[in-house]
């Protein structure tokens, strides 16, 4: 079993690889330029470019150290949880191992992303991409005339996270060496209030800094 700070770093490479690939299928710089050149000038706009492609390695830095701090408070969570409702111990690395196993969903999301505005709305804005969540509560509302406090909690309800869910409740399920009901149990309770909790401090903060 490979340690979970590697499979972090395979998890980052991927996700990197296919953002460079969804900004160049949708020319976000472009779009970026567009939106920004309404309030700046030439000058301002090439500069920034620049420092942006100077530094791009930066962010390229940061996603795997977000992807370590991310999985692993999660599986903080998680584990509180094992150990509560749980007969058997588990091991906080082998939990580790199962959060960024079920990560993996999530690289699904920019992939459909690309397929539909390549597809299907072929003519988008900024907006459009930036709030866009495939099979998201948002998706059904939309996020024109929706309060910006509630964009978050609508991306935040969709099926790539109840995949998410259902992937955790089976291989703890698994883990634990009882069923998948047991698993669910655990990732309700521990993950899911602690989604919940953060959706909220998200939604809070939202509201009083808009």
């Given at each position: 079993m490979k340690h979970p700070v590697i499979k972090c770093?395979?998890?980052?490479?991927v996700l990197i690889s296919?953002?460079?690939?969804?900004?160049?299928?949708?020319?976000?710089?472009?779009?970026?330029?567009?939106t920004m050149a309404e309030n700046l000038s030439f000058e301002q706009l090439n500069h920034?470019?620049?420092?942006?492609?100077k530094w791009?390695?930066?962010s390229y830095l940061f996603i795997p150290i977000h992807i370590i701090i991310k999985t692993s408070i999660i599986t903080i969570v998680l584990y509180i949880g094992a150990y509560f409702l749980s007969q058997k111990e588990v091991t906080y690395k082998s939990l580790w191992n199962i959060v960024i196993k079920a990560e993996f969903v999530f690289l699904l999301v920019p992939i459909v992303k690309v397929v539909w505005f390549y597809f299907f709305q072929t003519k988008y804005d900024l907006e459009d991409i930036q709030y866009f969540y495939p099979l998201s509560a948002l998706n059904i509302t939309g996020y024109k005339g929706l309060e910006l406090w509630y964009i978050y909690p609508f991306q935040t309800l969709n099926l790539f996270e109840l995949a998410y869910w259902l992937i955790l409740a089976y291989f703890i399920g698994k883990e634990i060496e009882t069923n998948m009901d047991t698993g669910l149990k655990i990732v309700t309770y521990s993950y899911g209030s602690a989604l919940l909790l953060w959706v909220t401090t998200v939604?809070?903060?939202?509201?009083n800094y808009s």
């Open positions: 770093l395979l998890f980052s490479a296919i953002s460079e690939i969804t900004k160049m299928i949708l020319d976000i710089d472009k779009l970026l330029y567009d920034f470019f620049e420092f942006q492609n791009k390695w930066v939604m809070f903060f939202t509201l």
